[in-house]
T-cell receptor, first 109, second 115 residues
Framework: GIQVEQSPPDLILQEGANSTLRCNFSDSVNNLQWFHQNPWGQLINLFYIPSGTKQNGRLSATTVATERYSLLYISSSQTTDSGVYFCAVGSGGGNKLTFGTGTQLKVEL | DAGVIQSPRHEVTEMGQEVTLRCKPISGHNSLFWYRQTMMRGLELLIYFNNNVPIDDSGMPEDRFSAKMPNASFSTLKIQPSEPRDSAVYFC?????????????FGPGTRLTVL
């Protein structure tokens, strides 16, 4: 099956700093989603981005499908950004997602 | 829209007992997924349905696990008998299956503890 690798595995930021999270995948995809799992365990949809670039407030994402990677940018980080960020991809005729192992982000004052 | 609804939110049971987890997908969605999250294995797909029909159950750990979707608005995941290694958070997700429009939305999860 498709492999999904995320980096870095852990990240500690000072409030106000910017960061870039990366997701590499091993095959062509027809679905790519970024999620934020908050400290209460909820999976929050950030972006549905199988290709191209999207922005939502302080967050933006870019997927370069031909090179099999996606980037999530967080600008002016806040303590509420803390949690785990997951990249998940879908490929083939099915509709299922394969998740990466996540990036654990902690934003400190 | 209310989003994906799961019940119960927390379940504590003893080894050997039957456990039933429930899910109501977003209205109008035609695909439903059951995932499990553990520290050791991360988030993994157990089974998914398209138009109420099970499509891929290759992620179901063993025969103790079963899932049904009797109609478009309800699904269950049953574990019988439960074992301590089944302790995990179980998520249900739904989507509308269409090219470039198949974003999945997750419920709040059921935290299962088997003693």
């Amino acid at each position: 099956g498709i492999q999904v690798e995320q980096s870095p595995p852990d990240l500690i930021l000072q409030e106000g700093a910017n960061s870039t999270l990366r997701c590499n995948f091993s095959d062509s995809v027809n679905n790519l989603q970024w999620f934020h799992q908050n400290p209460w365990g909820q999976l929050i949809n950030l972006f549905y981005i199988p290709s191209g670039t999207k922005q939502n407030g302080r967050l933006s994402a870019t997927t370069v499908a031909t090179e099999r990677y996606s980037l999530l940018y967080i600008s002016s980080s806040q303590t509420t950004d803390s949690g785990v960020y997951f990249c998940a991809v879908g490929s083939g005729g099915g509709n299922k997602l394969t998740f990466g192992t996540g990036t654990q982000l902690k934003v400190e004052l | 829209d209310a989003g994906v609804i799961q019940s119960p939110r927390h379940e504590v049971t003893e080894m050997g007992q039957e456990v039933t987890l429930r899910c109501k997908p977003i209205s109008g969605h035609n695909s439903l997924f059951w995932y499990r999250q553990t520290m050791m294995r991360g988030l993994e797909l157990l089974i998914y349905f398209n138009n109420n029909v099970p499509i891929d159950d290759s992620g179901m750990p063993e025969d103790r696990f079963s899932a049904k979707m009797p109609n478009a608005s309800f699904s269950t995941l049953k574990i019988q008998p439960s074992e301590p290694r089944d302790s995990a958070v179980y998520f249900c997700a739904s989507s509308f299956r269409a090219p470039l429009a198949n974003e999945q939305f997750f419920g709040p999860g059921t935290r299962l503890t088997v003693l």
